[in-house]
């Protein structure tokens, strides 16, 4: 299955970046981010930023870019049979030169699981520096790590 990234969800002044991979399947069907009930994202968003949770999409997308966060894919292309990381194939990266120039107030590029980490690392060569931090997949298929666990290291967020 020939899959697509979205476009970003982000403002000129936003400060962090986070990047998935590539959208699952769920997502797709819904054209939201993290669109998997199971997914923690959003939650943890609220929590890391002392909000009521909110399943409405263009409330996620304002806290988000209440605090400066922009999210995106590092693919913009790739096949794929369901949702899992390790089927990916043929896969493309999103233009970020351009992006980052677009968005010069981003410092810190979180990447939400170790994918996204390594095909940022294999397709994308920044000339600027920037504060780079995987943190654990919100994925449901991400089951080493408790909850918690998970959002504690995310909580990195409100520090930065």
């Known amino acids: 299955m020939k899959s697509f ?14 990047l998935g991979t590539m959208p699952g399947t769920k997502s ?34 304002a806290l988000l870019i209440k605090n400066k966060i922009a999210v995106w894919d590092v693919l913009q292309y790739c ?5 899992l990381d390790s089927a990916i194939k043929n896969e493309i990266a999103n233009d970020f030169e351009a992006f980052l120039k677009q968005h010069s107030n981003i410092k810190t590029i979180l990447f939400n699981g170790q994918k996204a980490a390594a095909f940022f690392k294999k397709y994308v060569h920044l000339n600027k520096t920037y504060h780079l931090l995987t943190l654990p997949s919100t994925s449901p298929a991400n089951a080493s790590k408790s909850f918690q666990s998970k959002l504690d290291e995310w909580s990195i967020i409100s520090s930065l």
């Open 28 to 61: 797709l069907e819904m054209n939201q981010y993290y669109g998997h009930n199971q997914n923690n994202f959003w939650k943890f968003m609220f929590t890391i930023f002392n909000e009521d949770f909110s399943n409405d999409y263009e409330t996620k997308k």
């Open 5 to 18: 990234s979205f476009l970003p969800i982000s403002t000129a002044d936003a400060k962090i970046l986070i």
């Open 79 to 83: 096949e794929r049979i369901g949702s």
